[in-house]
């Protein structure tokens, strides 16, 4: 897919803006975060920001589902070669790796538990995907689910390649991984995100023997 210059101008100008949001949540709450001085640092207008990100926690939105796909575009064609549980904590070791910073992680995951309706209806375009990610090949042509979504696909697959068995419940083992995906950083104090993957795998660890897996 081929990008126009002005196409490529405005994907970059918003992800510029979502970037310096970023940087913002490793030292502040997403609620004292200025908007103004976001569009001072890059030197975009307030109205401009607005039209990018029509509400504050669009940003957000923007920022997790971005991860999202970048955590999805390495862990898809894992499963060819890993198993089940191994690419699960795969993508939480990938998770952990592209969000980072212990207070973003935080304070998107509270954002979007307040916020669940909005955020789902909220997309990220091919094209942004295709810009953001230019070493992601085919970036623009993959379907981008929700962490939900992916998970029940990885059961599925796991289910047809016969490595779990068919009569797991694919909709309660997905709502477990998600409650360990954004209860656990909640739940811990910050000082312990240092070693949140480690944290992930006991925790799946745990999921593996309540399911036999």
């Known amino acids: 897919m081929s990008l126009s210059l002005r196409q490529k101008k405005l994907i970059k100008t918003k992800h510029s803006l979502a970037t310096a949001f970023a940087k913002k949540l490793k030292t502040q709450k997403f609620d004292q975060i200025s908007i103004k001085d ?4 890059t030197d975009v207008s307030e109205a401009s920001f607005f039209n990018y990100f029509p509400q504050k926690i669009d940003v957000i939105a923007f920022l ?12 898809e064609p ?3 070669t890993l198993s089940f549980t191994q690419c699960i904590e795969k993508t939480f070791e990938c998770f952990v790796d592209e969000i980072k910073h212990p207070f973003i992680f935080f304070e998107m995951l509270s954002i979007i538990g307040m916020h669940k309706t909005q955020m789902a209806s909220f997309t990220i375009s091919p094209e942004e995907l295709q810009c953001i990610y230019p070493h992601c090949s085919n970036a623009e042509k993959i379907h981008m689910p929700t962490m939900h979504e992916f998970f029940e696909e990885m059961i599925e697959h796991a289910i047809e390649k016969k490595q779990i068995p ?20 909640l739940s811990i104090p910050i000082s312990e995100f240092t070693n949140l993957t480690e944290t992930y795998r006991k925790h799946l660890s745990l999921l593996w023997r309540i399911f036999q897996l």
Do not use: D, H, R
Request: glycine share 2%; charged share 20%; hydrophobic share 45%.
């Open 38 to 41: 976001i569009c001072a640092e």
């Open 64 to 75: 997790f589902k971005a991860k999202i796909f970048k955590t999805y575009w390495t862990i």
């Open 78 to 80: 894992l499963q060819k």
């Open 166 to 185: 068919s009569t797991i419940c694919k909709k309660t083992l997905s709502q477990f991984l998600m409650i360990i995906l954004t209860g656990v950083p």
